[in-house]
């Protein structure tokens, strides 16, 4: 592990090892916060139970879902506007102020219409997502080199070619970045309303768990959340700089 | 001299270019005859339109008047086969290491692997990369990547190699040697070689014959004979001979480039 790796080790035990000395000194009592090693512990034998088990396959399967939603149609829309030149002129506002919009208030709309089951979640992570995939798509592909596209045409590649074998990996590190930020977007998206209205998922539990007063429940299942979107982010990163380090980019 | 391989009559190239579009007559209109296996030059001014001219003969964009024809065949807006294109724009690719870069076009050829592995080999030795195969263009040298992007085209065996000012992004020491390889590789191929330049010099050096073309619209207003014999290296630059060469492509050139200044319209097109 290289040296900065090692601090940012430090900081984290550090900050832990605080947070257990002042739960077990009692400075945080147990009503508010759990001592870390028993939030590890209720972790493992939740786990180990399975009695979250169909909440987790909900919360992850949604994600999921969105998220490949958002990357189909975020790609797909993404392409097709970079060849529309005035419709993307004309879209290129919306696409500029759409995160100063809450997309969750869209949230009582999206009940009335699709009711309670599990559109309305996914399709607000979709909302959430979507828009950063098509934007980085685009910038994607207008950094694709000129000099690239010509040679794919003196190689006399077909367009599908073209697009598969020189378009796609040329904008690939922007892509990726639209695919890190829609993995975000569709954990917030679909947590954030199981918090809101729902009948399961790992949101749905933690928010029950709170008005239980039920802490052996809720902190293990916030750092569930934590340790999956820690570990899908780090992967995503670590393939990202291996990409670009091959590249010369970083 | 071999009977002639491309063959422009007559060729105009329009564009529609600012805002709001107006015509801008690039060039033409051109006649000109290049041989097979000749080594043939064009200096010009910035933005006569030399790289244009490149890309017509490269069917890369189609001319407004005229034709263009390409071993008897014209050529319709699209890339004949045995045609072979280096840019000055480094054109690797950097998610490919440089054997991949230089099998991507042979790939869809449907050579057999072996015959494909063995092409490569050759051509990385031809360019002297033999070392590099498995590092990736970021670890190479402007002079080695556009190195890959010649054995890239190499591998493909044109017959017609179009190049595009493809040293203009090297310095003065590594162009004259690159000109040394193109010379050999020229010899070795037995292809006809086509070479857009802004030097003088590495124009002289390199052609057997040499087209000069006018400010904007670009036309060919002379063509000179260098009849260097075919085993010629940078060292002819010391032949008397050389010396004479480009002082009469700047004589020819000297009125055109002025043209181009006091206009003020060096609207650069990639270079050309």
């Known amino acids: ?250 | 001299m071999a009977a002639s391989q491309v063959r422009l009559e007559g060729v105009d190239k329009v564009f529609m270019a600012g805002t709001p579009p107006a015509p801008l007559h690039a060039v033409g209109p051109i006649d000109l005859e290049i041989r097979r296996g000749e080594f043939f030059a064009v200096v010009g001014p910035s933005g006569c339109g030399k790289s244009t001219m490149l890309e017509l003969i490269a069917g890369l964009t189609s001319p407004t008047k005229g034709t263009i024809s390409f071993e008897g065949t014209p050529i319709a807006g699209e890339v004949p086969d045995g045609v072979g294109v280096v840019f000055q724009d480094d054109a690797s690719l950097p998610w490919l290491d440089v054997r991949s870069n230089i099998d991507f076009g042979l790939r869809r050829s449907g050579l057999a692997k072996e015959v494909r592995e063995q092409r490569v080999r050759d051509v990385l030795k031809l360019v002297g990369l033999s070392d590099f195969a498995t590092a990736y263009p970021a670890q190479l040298s402007g002079g080695m990547r556009q190195r890959v992007c010649i054995a890239r085209t190499l591998v493909m065996q044109p017959k017609l190699i179009l190049l595009d000012e493809p040293f203009g992004a090297l310095d003065q020491q590594t162009r004259l040697l690159m000109g040394d390889e193109l010379l050999r590789i020229w010899r070795e191929t037995a292809a006809t070689v086509f070479l857009i330049t802004h030097a003088l010099d590495e124009a002289t050096m390199l052609a057997d014959r040499i087209g000069v073309m006018s400010a904007r619209p670009g036309t060919i207003i002379d063509v000179v004979e260098t009849r260097w014999p075919r085993e010629r290296d940078s060292t002819i630059i010391q032949h008397p001979e050389f010396g004479v060469i480009t002082a009469r492509l700047w004589k020819t050139l000297r009125g055109e480039s002025l043209k181009t200044m006091r206009t003020g319209v060096v609207a650069d097109e990639g270079g050309g």
């Open chain 1, 1 to 250: 592990m290289s040296r900065l790796g090692w601090y940012r080790m430090i900081v984290v035990v550090g900050l832990t090892a605080l947070l257990e000395v002042l739960c077990l000194a009692g400075v945080i009592d147990k009503i508010t916060m759990q001592a870390p090693h028993l939030i590890i512990r209720d972790l493992f034998r939740m786990l180990v139970s399975g009695r979250m088990n169909a909440a987790i396959t909900k919360t992850l399967g949604n994600t999921l879902l969105a998220l490949v939603l958002a990357l189909g149609v975020g790609i797909i829309v993404g392409a097709l506007l970079h060849r529309v030149r005035t419709l993307r002129d004309t879209l290129d506002p919306l696409f500029a102020t759409y995160y100063a919009v809450p997309v969750f208030a869209f949230y009582p709309f999206l009940i009335v219409v699709f009711g309670l089951g599990d559109l309305p979640q996914i399709l607000i992570a979709f909302m959430l997502g979507v828009v950063a995939v098509i934007v980085n798509t685009l910038t994607g592909l207008d950094r694709v080199p000129t000099v690239m596209l010509k040679t794919a045409r003196i190689m006399r590649l077909s367009q599908i070619d073209t697009a598969l074998r020189m378009t796609l990996p040329a904008a690939g590190p922007h892509l990726l970045t639209g695919v890190k930020l829609a993995v975000a977007y569709a954990f917030i998206g679909v947590i954030g309303s199981e918090f809101i209205m729902s009948r399961g998922g790992i949101g749905y539990e933690i928010s029950f768990a709170y008005a239980n007063f039920d802490n052996a429940t809720m902190y293990p299942l916030i750092l569930l959340i934590l340790i999956a979107s820690v570990v899908i982010n780090g992967g995503l990163s670590h393939w990202e700089h291996k990409l670009l380090a091959r590249r010369g980019m970083r």
